[in-house]
């Protein structure tokens, strides 16, 4: 039992994990991908918690390494300085990126300050770490750091102008810092000098670490230009699909308002709740499940639910991605709804063609093909006793007596055999069911 009960601790704490991430550090958390300015928004926040940790990370690099044996008071100096210096950026960033969040023009500068600002700084932790022997090699993967951290804004051009400014600075600080250029001229006039550069290993070296970045480079924007144009391509489906939801929204919303406003003779509640009751007795001696007959309940007095939808039918210029999953159950409820009418239409039409006496085959097919399910005829046989029991603009009341012989000799048809001997066979109570309610 506590080996469960930790490993659903575990679980949890994987799961406030990701929470805390995509809160932090998702770019398309709560936003709208086919915002442009709201995207840019979230993507520098999301760069402002990546400086923020960067510059933690940096502290605690030059802090350790003031506290090494060969520190000198310079390097606590710009420890120390580093704490507050950090701080001030940050501050400023975060100034700067909710200065407006809907000016494109103020993002877009918050964005490239951010990029300038990640790329410098590894530059600046680079020249600090480059004469520590153990130290050059991750001091330089930094600068992969910074090109990686840029290219999440998945912004081709300034991922372009970035490298092109890195690739410059790499170059100088490859001839002036890492390898010391001036150091190895020795008063050299330049046809001296080249010959033997070329031939020495810092040439081949700065050679290859231009070409790893220029290939590095490459195959990062190859990302980017795959991400942007993935993300261009899901905006554009998106607002094809809004589009088209709006439209099928008007359509479905139009639909119904027809259909529940020239249906309102079949919503009276009371009739509702006798045709229910009567059909929950009638289950029950035929034997229906349990399950199917609470599902049957359900569905007898679904369309009396009408007014759950009225947004769908009223409110359908307000329906946003939000509220998709809204629009979704109120739709199918829509559907049941439209199709129990249909049903109580059926009842109508069977009940008014065998009083007028206009039934023949073509009328009798149609009427067998519409919701032939067993529990929709339960539901059908009670309405039609009570519909014909009712009186009607088209007819009388029928006594209780004349509504069996037309269900034993003309309306038999619509039914299930067995179905129709149930209900025959406790006629009676169904005419006190009838009487009482």
């Known amino acids: 039992m506590r080996f469960f009960r930790k490993i659903g601790q575990f679980m949890n704490l994987k799961t406030l994990g990701k929470q805390v991430f995509a809160r932090f550090f998702g770019f398309e958390e709560n936003v709208d991908i086919t915002d442009d300015v709201a995207v840019l928004f979230r993507r520098n926040i999301v760069m402002k918690n990546i400086i923020f940790i960067s510059n933690i990370i940096y502290s605690i690099l030059l802090f350790v390494l003031s506290l090494s044996s060969e520190a000198q008071v310079t ?124 031939k020495s290993n810092a040439f081949s070296d700065i050679l290859l670490r231009t070409i790893l970045f220029i290939l590095f480079y490459f195959v990062v924007y190859a990302i980017v230009s795959m991400g ?134 073509t009328f009798l097919k149609d009427m067998l093909q519409i919701q032939p399910d067993i529990e929709s005829q339960i539901i059908l046989m009670a309405d039609l006793y009570i519909t014909m029991r009712e009186a009607k603009s088209y007819k009388r009341p029928l006594a209780h007596s004349v509504v069996m012989k037309l269900f034993q000799n003309d309306m038999h048809a619509y039914f299930d055999f067995d179905l129709k001997e149930r209900f025959l066979k406790f006629n009676d109570e169904f005419a006190q069911m009838y009487s009482n309610f």
Not at 175 to 187: A, K, P, R, S
């Open 228 to 361: 942007q144009y993935m993300q261009e391509e899901r905006k554009k489906e998106l607002i094809r699909r809004r589009q088209v939801q709006s439209d099928f929204t008007h359509i479905v919303g139009d639909l119904f308002s027809v259909v529940f406003s020239s249906s309102h003779t079949l919503m009276d509640r009371r009739h509702a709740f006798q045709v229910k009751d009567m059909a929950e007795r009638l289950a029950n001696d035929y034997g229906l499940s349990k399950t199917k007959s609470e599902m049957m309940s359900t569905y007898a007095l679904i369309h009396l639910q009408f007014q759950d939808i009225n947004a769908l039918v009223s409110d359908k210029d307000h329906l946003t991605e939000q509220n998709y999953d809204v629009l979704k159950e109120k739709t199918e409820l829509g559907s049941k709804i439209a199709k129990r009418l249909q049903l109580a239409q059926k009842c109508e039409d069977i009940a008014r063609a065998h009083i007028e006496q206009t039934v023949n085959e």
């Open 75 to 198: 390097d606590w100096v710009v420890t120390v300085l580093v704490f507050p210096l950090t701080y001030v950026i940050n501050r400023m960033l975060k100034k700067l990126i909710h200065l407006d969040a809907r000016d494109k023009t103020k993002q877009m500068v918050a964005m490239y300050v951010a990029a300038f600002y990640i790329f410098f700084s590894s530059i600046l932790i680079y020249a600090r770490l480059y004469r520590i022997e153990h130290f050059e090699t991750g001091g330089y993967i930094l600068m992969y750091y910074a090109v990686v951290v840029i290219s999440l804004y998945q912004e081709r051009r300034l991922l372009s102008g970035s490298f092109q400014g890195m690739l410059a600075l790499l170059t100088a600080i490859h001839l002036i810092w890492t390898y010391n250029l001036q150091g190895m001229v020795n008063g050299m006039t330049m046809g001296e000098f080249w010959p033997v550069f070329v």
